[in-house]
């Protein structure tokens, strides 16, 4: 099915561990997010990319690095874990369906425990 | 700096109730307002998108309207199923050159028992 895939869907870390994560959308989607969702917060965007090759920082990029070489993929790095990197991390791809006008395709989510 | 706040942040009703999901944003620019479900362990799916020029969208049981000058939303339900039950979410988009980031409300986990 067309959409939006994370893996892995679980994880666990030890504080200072590094890791992917993985982002695939097979919807030739040009915009691409890593939100993470922490209890009572709501979702916050972490680093979002307008094309291949492009990445920009959002509301939350301290701790983590991305990665756009492939239009389809979107790469989410953690290079030194630390426990207030654990949360539910979702990926999402959209495309511009007229000004300001977004369609908008979420993956079911990464839950990352770092202790 | 755009917040998004929901309320209540729980809500538990029987079935067959209408109820009303509340949604405030400080930052009257807001381009376009989305409410958005999430059932456990799944990613969120669109319901409804309102417009900055839009009062409101209907969907099914489901009414959405948008109160810029207020800096207010709101998510209408009609006749609750416990098939609803499910977290809402909604988000701002900016527009301009916002290249569709959202700012998300925290939610409100909303339980239809039989």
């Known amino acids: 099915n067309a959409g939006v895939t994370q893996t892995p869907k679980f994880r666990v870390l030890k504080t200072g561990q590094s890791m992917t994560l993985l982002c695939a959308q097979d919807?030739?989607?040009?915009?691409m997010y890593w939100y993470r969702q922490d209890p009572g917060m709501g979702l916050r965007l972490i680093h979002y990319?307008?094309?291949?090759?492009?990445?920009a920082k959002g509301e939350v990029p301290d701790g983590y690095n991305v990665s756009r070489l492939k239009k389809q993929n979107f790469l989410l790095g953690l290079e030194s874990a630390a426990p207030s990197q654990t949360s539910v991390y979702f990926c999402?791809?959209?495309?511009?369906?007229?000004?300001?006008?977004?369609?908008?395709?979420f993956g079911s989510g990464t839950r990352l425990t770092v202790v | 700096k755009q917040e998004v706040t929901q309320i209540p942040a729980a809500l538990s009703v029987p079935e067959g109730e209408n109820l009303v999901l509340n949604c405030s944003f400080t930052d009257s620019a807001i381009y376009n307002l989305q409410w958005f479900r999430q059932d456990p362990g799944k990613g969120l799916t669109s319901l409804l998108l309102i417009q900055s020029s839009q009062r409101e969208q209907t969907s099914g049981r489901l009414n959405a309207s948008l109160d810029k000058s207020s800096g207010r939303s709101t998510l209408y339900i009609a006749a609750s199923q416990p098939g609803d039950s499910a977290t809402y979410l909604c988000a701002g988009n900016a527009g301009g050159t916002s290249y569709g980031k959202l700012t998300f409300g925290q939610g409100t986990i909303l339980t239809v028992h039989p």
């Open positions: 919807m030739n989607h040009e915009y």
């Open positions: 990319s307008v094309g291949e090759g492009t990445t």
């Open positions: 999402a791809s959209s495309y511009a369906d007229g000004p300001g006008h977004y369609g908008y395709t």
